[in-house]
């Protein structure tokens, strides 16, 4: 598929098909395209985590009202102790990096047919605590994995982009 159009087609999902499961293979592909993506200095400093057993979605749906019915999430952590630092001292790679690598997920789900919701309404702090992660790790996001039931298409607001004009600038 073209990339500009798989990134035009891809959308938000809001509600999936509880019946149809992403297989182990379809899932071995996105997380291995995770796996890929940039990181600072290669640090890898990324963790994903794939909640789909009965409790950990319970736990999901205890931290947000957004998880559409998907039948397994991935939340994306990274540790502390592993991201780079930049010069200055002032900023980290870590939220970049797990970002990249979820973008490169969402974008190889959508590649295999597979529909996705980028999940960031939640507190990362409740989110760590119930999911018992280490004080180093944090989580910037939990992605929703699976396949849109029925009828769903992306809102209104999917097809709307401010101007090139409005986003770039040539120097």
């Known amino acids: 598929m073209d990339f500009l ?4 087609d891809r959308y938000s999902c809001k509600k999936y098909n509880p019946d149809k499961k992403v297989s182990q293979d379809v899932l071995d592909k996105i997380l291995r395209a995770g796996q890929l993506a940039p990181t600072a200095k290669n640090s890898q400093p990324q963790h994903i985590y794939v909640m789909q ?3 950990a979605l319970q736990t ?16 994306v952590t990274y540790d502390q102790h592993q991201e780079f630092t930049y010069p200055g001292d002032k900023y980290t790679s870590g939220i970049e990096d797990a970002s990249i690598v979820a973008t490169h997920m969402m974008l190889a789900a ?8 980028w999940l960031n309404f939640f507190d990362p702090d409740k989110a760590a605590e119930a999911m018992k992660l ?23 607001m999917h097809e709307k982009t401010k101007s090139i004009e409005e986003l770039v600038t040539y120097c």
């Open 134 to 156: 280490p004080e180093n790790e944090k989580v910037v996001l939990l992605l929703d994995i699976g396949y849109a039931a029925d009828g769903v298409r992306p809102t209104p």
């Open 60 to 75: 999901v749906d205890s931290l947000t009202p957004c998880r559409y019915g998907a039948p397994l999430v991935l939340a």
């Open 53 to 55: 057993s009965e409790d």
């Open 5 to 8: 159009k798989l990134a035009q």
């Open 110 to 117: 959508a590649a295999e047919g597979v529909d996705s919701c």
